[in-house]
T-cell receptor, first 109, second 114 residues
Framework: GQSLEQPSEVTAVEGAIVQINCTYQ??????LSWYQQHDGGAPTFLSY????GLEETGRFSSFLSRSDSYGYLLLQELQMKDSASYFC??????????FGAGTRLFVKA | DGGITQSPKYLFRKEGQNVTLSCEQN?????MYWYRQDPGQGLRLIYY???????QKGDIAEGYSVSREKKESFPLTVTSAQKNPTAFYLC?????????????FGEGSRLTVL
């Protein structure tokens, strides 16, 4: 079967750096995406890695290692508004994309 | 404004009734998707469509049906065969070209079965 594993919860303090890991086991792989979702809202796209390495977008960075079937999302200079759920997602082939169960991030003052 | 419109936002249904959730987009995106989200859980793929008049089952298609008669529209019917339909339903789109991997989501429809 196909699976994406990520921690269920992470807690960090305001101003800190936090890393959310994602390991995947899928029948195909085109790329790894990250999404943010606040309670009751729709997921919003954060980043996408199709090739190995680090992608940086402002305070957020995402890393991919295809040989390890592993990626992570790095959030720097944490703010209270970053408290949300974060999902990794794999495009497995063609247009199909599957999601992990999500990581709930709590940012404390 | 360009975007994805899902309706209704909230829907209550009695057991045994079919219900159709609407998803309309004016982004001119080729691919459209339906995901289901249960409280505290991730998104599970129900159906997706790459082009008009074609759609594929996702991981949890049983008890659901879709149609794609127009590029702009991808309605989802939750049938009485779906045993536990109470959930948050999200429609998403993706452009046919480009390789950013980005999905664009609507605001969702929250279905409650009474």
């Amino acid at each position: 079967g196909q699976s994406l594993e990520q921690p269920s919860e992470v807690t960090a303090v305001e101003g800190a750096i936090v890393q959310i890991n994602c390991t995947y086991q899928t029948s195909g792989f085109y790329g790894l995406s990250w999404y943010q979702q606040h309670d009751g809202g729709a997921p919003t796209f954060l980043s996408y890695n199709a090739l190995d390495g680090l992608e940086e977008t402002g305070r957020f960075s995402s890393f991919l290692s295809r040989s390890d079937s592993y990626g992570y999302l790095l959030l720097q200079e944490l703010q209270m508004k970053d408290s949300a759920s974060y999902f990794c997602a794999v495009r497995t082939g063609g247009f199909k994309t599957i999601f992990g169960a999500g990581t709930r991030l709590f940012v404390k003052a | 404004d360009g975007g994805i419109t899902q309706s209704p936002k909230y829907l209550f249904r009695k057991e045994g009734q079919n219900v159709t959730l609407s998803c309309e987009q004016n982004l001119n995106h080729d691919a459209m998707y339906w995901y289901r989200q249960d409280p505290g859980q991730g998104l599970r793929l129900i159906y997706y469509s790459q082009i008009v008049n074609d759609f594929q089952k996702g991981d949890i298609a049983e008890g659901y049906s879709v149609s794609r008669e127009k590029k702009e529209s991808f309605p989802l019917t939750v049938t009485s065969a779906q045993k536990n339909p109470t959930a948050f339903y999200l429609c998403a789109t993706r452009p046919g070209t480009g390789n950013t991997g980005e999905l664009f989501f609507g605001e969702g429809s929250r279905l409650t079965v009474l």
